[in-house]
């Protein structure tokens, strides 16, 4: 199993940025879809999550509005757009495979697959 997370990046307040996820080693389309970011001295925080067709999306409040979350399962990745990026955006962002219901998304001990993580700075 890997998750590879691409895109990440400097950026200043206001921009935007896209992650991608490539999936490898699982069915892909069988599995729920979960963004997770840390910042430095803090825990993994939920960002959101997409099911297995793509027909149901969540957020946390603190990026709802402003990132999206799509995949294309035929190329078995996920993305993240993100936009009016603010400093507290920074982190490492991560993608994670689960297959755990939709009331246990926002907890990272759920998913048993993760990627590198790749990292985004927002200068203001």
Not at 55 to 64: E, F, I, N
Not at 95 to 113: D, E, K, Q, T, W
């Amino acid at each position: 199993v890997q998750l590879q997370a691409s895109g990440g990046g400097s950026v200043q307040a206001g921009g935007s940025l896209k992650l991608s996820c490539l999936a490898s080693g699982f069915t892909f389309s069988g599995y729920r879809m979960g963004w997770f970011r840390q910042a430095p001295g803090k825990g993994r925080e939920f960002v959101g999550q997409i099911s297995q067709n793509g027909g149901t999306t969540a957020y946390s409040d603190s990026v709802k509005g402003r990132f999206i979350i799509s995949r294309d399962n035929a190329k078995n990745t996920v993305y993240l757009q993100m936009n009016n990026l603010g400093p507290e955006d920074t982190a490492d962002y991560y993608c994670a495979a689960s297959r755990i219901v939709l009331s246990g998304v926002r907890i990272p001990s759920n998913y048993p697959y993760w990627g590198q993580g790749t990292q985004v700075t927002v200068s203001s």
